[in-house]
């Protein structure tokens, strides 16, 4: 059975092994890129997930089955101010594919939102990725008309879609 659990400052190795596993399978799914995630020290992998864990803006989620984590998902605000939340890193592992385990990630990020009284979740999409535009429209998102070149390939462009959590 799968599980959604939220990671935890500890799960850092186990994050950066999922994470790059996502950036390597899916590379026009994200704005990072493998080779600049991959050449983190583990110093720096271990810093970026205990802030993730304790800022109290941010959180990330894990999917597991068996004891494998098979998919992930994050969410953040920059700051306090905000109102809205961002949904990134989606990813869920090709054998896992199929089976809601995405619908049930975003329905996490959705429900963190909602219990900060935040207003709105966000996200920015490839241009192109029908599984993952099929997603969040099926999951309630809504396309906003705004677009930008991909951080990780400008020969991209990726598109904004928001949902109302108030
Ligand atoms: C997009 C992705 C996260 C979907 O994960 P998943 O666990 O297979 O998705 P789910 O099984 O939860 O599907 C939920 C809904 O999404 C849509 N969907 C998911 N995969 C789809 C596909 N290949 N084609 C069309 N619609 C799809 C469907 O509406 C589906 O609902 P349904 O099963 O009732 O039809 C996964 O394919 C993935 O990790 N892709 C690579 C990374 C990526 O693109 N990330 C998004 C970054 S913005």
Do not use: K
Request: proline share 2%; charged share 25%; with cysteine.
């Amino acid at each position: 059975m799968v599980t959604i659990r939220v990671m935890e400052a500890s799960d850092w190795e186990t994050y950066r092994t999922v994470r790059l596993a996502a950036l390597l399978d899916t590379p026009e799914a994200f704005g990072a890129t493998y080779a600049d995630e991959a050449a983190r020290s583990a110093d720096a992998w271990e810093t970026v997930v205990r802030d993730r864990c304790e800022s109290g803006l941010s959180a990330t989620w894990l999917a597991e089955l068996d004891g494998e984590v098979i998919g992930l998902v994050g969410s953040f605000r920059v700051d306090a101010e905000q109102t809205g939340a961002e949904l990134v890193s989606m990813w869920v592992a090709p054998s896992a594919r199929g089976h809601g385990v995405a619908r049930r990630l975003v329905d996490a990020v959705l429900g963190w939102a909602r219990d900060a009284s935040l207003s709105d979740v966000s996200l920015w999409v490839t241009r192109g990725n029908d599984a993952a535009h099929a997603l969040y429209v099926s999951a309630g998102f809504a396309v906003t008309g705004e677009y930008q070149a991909l951080p990780s390939d400008p020969c991209a462009d990726e598109i904004r879609m928001i949902q109302s959590v108030a």
